[in-house]
């Protein structure tokens, strides 16, 4: 073994992962990019319509980020553990690691991570993708890491999603993770469609498409609910147990579809007993200042010198004029 260092030649090097999914750095840059915008124009717009337009385009460009950024999570559910466990097949050493879980839509991501990281006169600091979306094989994803030789913990963990493995929970979370992820597509181009009703502006209608895309964001995390209510197989490493729970994108899911509720709600409910109000949310109520408009445009075509009796006579109702004088030329 002295010609690869003190290490087994059928194991790679470790596998170093990046910070953050450059996905969702992609599309936090976009949304903010769009805010920076509405922020820069913010200063020619006048008077308290400023207000209302700014919390209009935050709140608008936050549902759209989010709905559109959980697609690419891997926290729908986390888990982690603490345990001293073997490190690769065929090897006696034993590490202290923390083994970490994360089940996104499109397939798990598993961590270990050495306590401390240098061990056994290697980096330990892993992380792993096993994808099971419509273009991707999770088995297949299984026996790659069988033939690169990935350490033993992240092998078990990933065994117990393979279709083969006697837990069951392959064709459950895979099943949900698609239906999840397509209504949550459809909650995507809901709010797209309330933002044009809203632009137009069609406030009732889009009122409607708002509650729709509540409605879709809260039945996405239905799938998700009924997967974890059916048994679980359980993953131990020796005494001690990795069980997971619910992660920061079912959370916010929740969160932002509530949100939607509450906002579709107020548009409807004002709609129908407080329209005026609902048109100065949206910057609609600008009937003073016609009327001030067509009160000015008539005085502006009054003849400045007439006298008061030929103003009276312009101001007299047709329905009091009896006589109609014709001067013949």
């Known amino acids: 073994m002295t010609p690869w260092d003190g290490s087994f030649p059928f194991y790679p090097n470790t596998n170093a992962y990046f910070p953050f999914d450059t996905t969702q750095a992609v599309i936090i840059s976009v949304f903010f990019s769009a805010l920076a915008t509405c922020i820069i124009i913010l200063p020619g717009i006048r008077g308290r319509v400023r207000f209302f337009w700014l919390l209009r385009g935050i709140t608008g460009l936050f549902i759209g980020a989010v709905v559109l950024m959980i697609q690419f999570t891997r926290d729908w559910e986390n888990g982690w553990v603490t345990a001293n466990t073997s490190y690769k097949s065929f090897s006696r050493a034993v590490v202290n690691a923390d083994i970490g879980l994360h089940i996104g839509l499109a397939g798990v991501n598993i961590t270990f991570v050495g306590n401390p990281v240098n061990q056994v006169n290697e980096t330990i600091n892993y992380n792993e993708h096993f994808a099971w979306s419509f273009d991707a094989d999770y088995d297949r994803s299984y026996s790659e890491g069988l033939e690169k030789g990935l350490p033993s913990p992240i092998l078990y963990v990933a065994e117990k999603f393979t279709s083969q493995s006697p837990c069951g929970v392959h064709n459950q979370y895979r099943i949900s993770g698609h239906y999840a992820s397509l209504t949550l597509w459809m909650a995507f181009c809901t709010w797209v469609l309330a933002t044009l009703l809203f632009s137009m502006p069609i406030l009732l209608y889009g009122g409607y498409m708002l509650l729709l895309t509540a409605a879709l964001m809260l039945f996405s995390l239905f799938f998700l609910f009924t997967v974890r209510n059916t048994p679980n197989c359980p993953i131990q490493f020796g005494p001690a147990s990795l069980k997971t729970a619910y992660g ?47 009160e000015g445009w008539e005085k502006s075509h009054l003849p400045t010198d007439a006298s008061a009796s030929e103003q009276e006579m312009l101001t007299v109702p047709l329905s009091e004029l009896c006589e109609v004088t014709v001067t013949k030329l």
Not at 276 to 294: H, Q, S, V, W
Request: aromatic share 6%; net charge negative.
């Open 248 to 294: 920061g994108s079912f959370w916010l899911t929740l969160t932002t579809g509530l949100l939607c509720l509450l906002l579709g709600l107020g548009v409807v409910v004002l709609n129908s007993m407080h329209p005026e109000k609902l048109k100065l949310l949206f910057n609609l109520d600008d009937t003073d200042g016609k009327g001030e408009a067509a």
